[in-house]
């Protein structure tokens, strides 16, 4: 509810999903399944509030994301063309500047 708060859309689809997910298994007796099951659900919750942000459009080409404590924030490098890798090769160049050639 924390990752899709306010999008009722997108709050709807989860709680299908999830519904879905334990009927299909309601069954399972084994326990080792069973906790393999919680582990799974945890980690999906886990990548949910961490990868995933909510964006709104609040003007043509203009949004606003909504990005919690919880959201993984990583340095942006800028893509560099001429970069050289770990070990001393250069980046691949990409396909399509040979096909327009």
């Not at 999008?7 to 298994?25: G, M, P, S």
């Not at 919680?38 to 964006?55: M, P």
């Not at 404590?69 to 893509?79: E, S």
């Amino acid at each position: 509810m924390k990752v899709f708060e306010g999008d009722e859309r997108a709050l709807l689809a989860a709680r299908i999903k999830i519904n879905e997910e334990f009927r299909k298994n309601k069954n399972v007796q084994n326990e080792n399944s069973i906790k393999a099951m919680i582990a799974f659900g945890e980690d999906i919750e886990r990548e949910l509030r961490t990868q995933v942000i909510q964006a709104r459009e609040i003007k043509p080409g203009v949004y606003e994301a909504r990005i919690t404590d919880d959201t993984v924030k990583l340095d942006n490098i800028p893509f560099n063309d001429h970069a050289i890798l770990e070990d001393g090769t250069e980046a691949p160049r990409p396909c399509c500047q040979d096909k327009t050639k």
